[in-house]
């Protein structure tokens, strides 16, 4: 952990506004994320924290602003060229392809590592065959790295939850990403799961060396984890900064962690 | 106690992600592949050749293609029947046309030609989904029909409209037209399905097919992981009209001689051809095979059992059928809804831990 070098900004996000009709879901956000921390986005529901992340993947396609990923200048781009960039996410509700078995989903994750065409795969013999075998080795270091190798072969919609969050994880981290996105990882989880989760995500990030921007409503676990938070309400920034920061500031307070306003 | 994976450890990946990884199943496929060529052809006459596995073996390929689209990849169609006239009017042009090229490589072309006219009417998948996209096929099989009717040119302006496959040969056998061999007709059809069922699942366990069943389960997380949506759904849809092309293409040639669009390739074919994916277990090369064998063999079977065990009377005997069929349907569809290769899989877990319950 000592080792983790935070270095130049990865990403800025520069004045960014997105609506939809005359709701106004982002308004105005300017932030940076640098390369190896873990950035923290923080606020109430609906204060627009995942459509956030939707805007940096490209989902969403803001009216205004710029995003700035690794020195290139876009002011949208499609979902696959940010994927092909090295931007990677799990999502809020579990978007596993359930149809599907663990490993499966693993090896989807890295379907841009795989270049063969439809005929060598047809025949499944030389090329495709040996991308085939490399990217599974690839898959299963992961598989191993989460700990899940006895659920392999299993169809992921029949899985525990905690394991299917851990799933999506592997899935994320198949691409190989340089900024990984984490849509409240740990929903829903009780305190053991949010702990392994936890545990992954610091362990993410100090061996691959993964830049994670993290939307997290658990308190304890965005001020342990994260080196700095952005705080969002109704699409307004109101605060950004080191965790101690932020824990202190007072607008931040009011609108978010409810700490009683009479002890002034 | 026979089907057991006890004792067959894989030592690398590549075993492990063998086509059959179980020794028993290698084996039953060797054992089907082996009757299918060396004994059927042998033991079983010319009306079993003709009229049961002909069709058995041309359904199943028209299965399997839509099967690749529906199943795996989750777009509904019901153009079935029109992609499978455009292979056999396609075959039938080529093969006036060019009868130097040889049978099979006017087929594979028929199969490219249909690729091209199923990616066409793939484009709209882009946009819409689920039944809106089946109804936009259902243009396709429409169109398709009444210009196959309207048009003398597809059907070189014959009187009756009727295309009629003249004889070609492979290696000095009559494989199409009415003089045409049967064992040649059995062996040429099963060779087609077998070696493209091989290639479906070869597909199917790669990239390709992994990109087509991530868009059917949550597209949105595949696009965001670096799926193209267009390229997979297209493939998908090229994939598939290849093999319907192919099918329809033995289905006139090879099986029926001569194919007039209305009565042969109308929305029933599109139809027959979805519920045996249906039946059979969508996304699954087998279940495509299952659903061919349920609605095409077990219908001739029933009427054969009837009318010359019983001696029913032929029109009432047709009555049985169509009831026994449909509650059959019914059945297997509650007892599990995935489909028939679903309750072989089941079975086989079951065999995997007899005599124990788990």
Redesign the interface.
């Known amino acids: 952990m000592n080792e983790r070098a935070i270095g130049a900004e990865i990403l800025k996000v520069e004045n960014i506004s997105l609506s939809f009709g005359v709701m106004k879901v982002l308004d105005n956000i300017s932030f940076d994320i640098r390369q190896g921390e873990i950035r923290s986005i923080i606020g109430p529901n609906g204060a627009g924290k995942s459509s956030m992340l939707n805007v940096i993947n490209g989902f969403y396609h803001p009216q205004q602003g710029s995003i700035t990923f690794k020195g290139e200048t876009r002011k949208q781009m499609a979902p696959h060229v940010a994927a092909s960039h090295g931007i990677a996410r799990t999502f809020q509700n579990i978007a596993l392809f359930k149809g599907m078995s663990t490993l499966d989903n693993i090896m989807t994750g890295r379907n841009l590592k795989m270049k063969t065409n439809l005929f060598w795969q047809a025949l499944h013999i030389g090329p495709a065959r040996t991308e085939e075998l490399e990217n599974r080795e690839a898959a299963e270091k992961i598989i191993d790295f989460l700990d899940i190798q006895a659920i392999r072969k299993k169809p992921v919609g029949k899985l525990p939850y905690g394991l299917q969050k851990r799933v999506e994880l592997g899935r994320a981290l198949a691409a190989e990403p340089e900024l990984l996105l984490l849509d409240e990882p740990m929903a829903g989880m009780n305190s053991e799961e949010k702990e392994d989760m936890c545990r992954f995500v610091l362990d993410v990030n100090s061996e691959f060396g993964t830049t994670i921007a993290l939307i997290e409503h658990d308190m304890g676990v965005v001020m342990d984890l994260s080196d700095r938070v952005l705080v969002l309400d109704y699409g307004k920034q109101l605060a950004d900064g080191e965790p101690d920061e932020v824990r202190n500031n007072q607008t931040v307070i009011d609108a978010y962690l409810g700490v009683p306003h009479e002890q002034e | 106690m026979i089907y057991r994976e006890t004792g067959q450890f894989k030592a690398n990946?590549?075993d492990d992600?063998a086509?059959f990884p179980i020794d028993q199943d290698r084996y039953v496929i060797f054992g089907i592949l082996f009757i299918t060529f060396a004994v059927v052809p042998y033991l079983l006459n010319q009306y079993w050749l003709n009229a049961i596995l002909l069709p058995f073996l041309i359904y199943s390929l028209a299965a399997l293609g839509l099967n690749i689209l529906t199943g795996y990849c989750g777009q509904l169609s019901l153009g079935t029947g029109a992609f499978m006239a455009v292979g056999a009017f396609s075959v039938y042009k080529l093969m006036v046309a060019f009868p130097e090229l040889g049978f099979i490589p006017l087929v594979l072309l028929s199969g490219l030609i249909t690729a091209a006219v199923g990616t066409l009417f793939g484009l709209p998948s882009l946009r819409i989904k689920g039944f809106y996209l089946a109804v936009a096929t259902l243009a396709a099989q429409f169109f398709l029909i009444w210009l196959f009717n309207k048009v003398g040119w597809f059907f070189n302006y014959s009187a009756s409209g009727m295309i009629n496959a003249p004889p070609m040969t492979i290696f000095g056998v009559i494989v199409t037209g009415p003089e045409a061999n049967d064992v040649a007709k059995y062996y040429l059809v099963a060779t087609f399905v077998a070696v493209f069922a091989l290639?479906a699942k070869?597909?199917a366990?790669?990239?390709?097919?992994?990109?087509w069943?991530?868009i059917?389960?949550?597209d949105?997380?595949?696009?965001?992981?670096?799926?193209?949506p267009l390229i997979a759904k297209l493939?998908a849809f090229a994939?598939s009209s290849f093999y319907v092309g192919m099918a329809g293409a033995l289905y006139f040639a090879v099986w029926l001689g001569s194919a007039e669009p209305t009565e042969a390739f109308d929305i029933n074919q599109s139809f027959l051809v979805l519920f045996m994916i249906i039946i059979g277990g969508l996304?699954s090369v087998l279940g495509s095979f299952l659903g061919a064998a349920f609605l095409v063999i077990l219908p001739i079977m029933l009427k054969n059992i009837l009318v010359d065990g019983f001696g029913t009377d032929s029109a009432l005997s047709a009555h049985i059928e169509i009831i026994t069929v449909g509650v059959l349907i019914i059945g297997f569809l509650i007892v599990e809804p995935h489909g028939l290769a679903r309750l072989w899989r089941i079975a086989k877990e079951k065999l995997r831990l007899w005599p124990f319950p788990y």
Not at chain 2, 205 to 211: D, F, K, M, Q
Not at chain 2, 220 to 228: D, H, K
Request: aromatic share 4%; no cysteine; proline share 0%.
């Open positions: 990946y590549q992600q086509l290639a070869n597909i366990r790669g990239r390709i097919g992994r990109n069943m991530a059917r389960d949550m949105i997380a595949a696009e965001l992981i670096g799926v193209r493939t994939v996304g």
